[in-house]
């Protein structure tokens, strides 16, 4: 089967300006995550879809950062204006599942979208 | 708030033998534990879950340990090979103060000798 599919592989911006980046889950996960991966430390969670409603979005900065999912399929995620801070890898990744209660959720990860912020 | 810690070291063994990687965690419930191998430029590959009541799980040279009690998960790469070579991230899949939330730990860096 397909896997997810992150694009652009890297980007790189000036301080302020915005970006977006685009992701395609494996067919038929209804739940897809974006992380934020900075060098040396573990994904964060920005924002979790189930279908196209939002589940969390607790760490997600609303400040800047976007995420949308209009179709339950496809998802964007945006940042406007960029920090410095923001330079991290994106990843997103999709599952069959929600949550725990109904089974295992096993992640399946894009490649990650490498975003360096000058 | 949870909490989950693997050893920020890199972790370097000699080529044959057995690696350990530590996952310790406080404030959670995880109904599942697993562990993902990540290597450079690459997103985590799903590698193996064990169960809030399973002890022990084995996937071919892989063996996972999980003790509620202790809150700590040990994985262990028998025979390690080059190959081996990556971060090992740990996850908690299941609740903490009520909400579900699926979290990564820092990584352990793995380096095999030949």
């Known amino acids: 089967e397909a896997g997810v599919a992150q694009s652009p592989r890297y980007k790189i911006i000036e301080k302020r300006q915005s970006v977006a980046f685009w992701c395609n889950p494996i067919?038929?996960?209804?739940?897809l995550y974006w992380y934020q991966q900075i060098l040396g430390q573990g994904p964060k969670l920005l924002i979790q879809?189930?279908?196209?409603?939002?589940?969390?979005d607790s760490q997600l900065p609303k400040d800047r950062f976007s995420a949308e999912r209009l179709k339950g399929v496809d998802s964007t995620l945006k940042i406007q204006p960029a920090k410095l801070e923001d330079s991290a890898v994106y990843l997103c990744?999709?599952?069959?599942?929600?949550?725990?209660?109904?089974?295992?959720?096993?992640?399946?990860f894009g490649a990650g979208s490498r975003l360096t912020v000058l | 708030s949870q909490k989950i810690e693997q050893n920020s070291e890199a972790l370097n063994i000699q080529e044959g033998k057995t690696a350990t990687l530590t996952c310790n965690y406080t404030?959670?419930?995880?109904?599942?534990l697993q562990w993902y191998r990540q290597d450079p430029g690459r997103g985590p590959v799903f590698l193996l879950l064990i169960r809030e009541n399973e002890k022990e799980k084995r996937k071919e040279r892989l063996k996972v340990t999980f003790d509620t009690t202790l809150k700590q998960s040990l994985f262990h790469i028998t025979a390690s090979q080059p190959a081996d070579s990556a971060t090992y991230l740990c996850a908690l899949d299941g609740t903490t103060s009520g909400t579900y939330k699926y979290i990564f730990g820092t990584g352990t860096r793995l380096k095999v000798l030949a």
């Open positions: 067919s038929g996960h209804a739940t």
């Open positions: 404030n959670y419930s995880p109904a599942y």
């Open positions: 879809f189930q279908n196209n409603g939002v589940v969390d």
């Open positions: 990744a999709s599952s069959m599942g929600q949550t725990s209660l109904s089974g295992a959720n096993v992640l399946t």
